[in-house]
T-cell receptor, first 114, second 113 residues
């Protein structure tokens, strides 16, 4: 069955370190998204991609970057981790035109920055 | 521009009672609307979606939602709550031509035995 996976599931890092969170989908979806989930804020969009070599900033992109070199993967990099980036991160994908835009979510990565 | 407002961050209902979770949206284009459910320590799972077909949409686990354009609402209901319905529920909106979803802040549903 097609799925979307994230790794690691839990990560503890120190302030100032670079961290990369992996997202891999086997849906063959064009669109991929990264969100962070914080209490009282719901899900907020960090970055998204509509295809290989395409990336776009979401509403909370400062301090994060992504790159899309193939259809299956969209890694999220925290350039210099800050305590404010302690959160749960979700990756999602969708099929694009004709798919009614529903997104499929991974299980999440809980990141703690100390 | 799109936005979603979920009224009530916490809702408690007795087992067997009606579940009603409220969602109002704002969209400058015809909206697509979604309800997702999140169980503890899991990702979000699609419950149901409205994509401009029937206004009453049926989803998984006995949930349904009705799109009311005049009220800009898409409330989620279930006639009889079950203990397994305890979770967090998110309403989301996108619009034709815009594949990003905008999420509400979520409603935590507690079921009282």
């Amino acid at each position: 069955d097609a799925e979307i996976t994230q790794s690691p599931r839990h990560k503890i890092t120190e302030t100032g370190r670079q961290v990369t969170l992996a997202c891999h989908q086997t849906w063959n979806h064009n669109n991929m998204f990264w969100y962070r989930q914080d209490l009282g804020h719901g899900l907020r969009l960090i970055h998204y991609s509509y295809g290989v070599h395409d990336t776009n900033k979401g509403e909370v992109s400062d301090g994060y970057s992504v790159s899309r070199s193939n259809t299956e993967d969209l890694p999220l990099t925290l350039e210099s981790a800050a305590s404010s980036q302690t959160s749960v991160y979700f990756c999602a994908s969708s099929g694009g035109t004709g798919s009614s835009y529903e997104q499929y979510f991974g299980p999440g990565t809980r990141l703690t920055v100390t | 521009a799109q936005s979603v407002t979920q009224l009530g961050s916490h809702v408690s209902v007795s087992e067997g009672a009606l579940v009603l979770l409220r969602c109002n949206y704002s969209s400058s284009v015809p909206p697509y609307l979604f309800w997702y459910v999140q169980y503890p320590n899991q990702g979000l799972q699609l419950l149901l979606k409205y994509t401009s077909a029937a206004t009453l949409v049926k989803g998984i686990n006995g949930f349904e939602a009705e799109f009311k354009k005049s009220e800009t609402s898409f409330h989620l209901t279930k006639p009889s709550a079950h203990m397994s319905d305890a979770a967090e529920y998110f309403c989301a909106v996108s619009g034709f031509g815009n594949e990003k979803l905008t999420f509400g802040t979520g409603t935590r549903l507690t079921i009282i035995p």
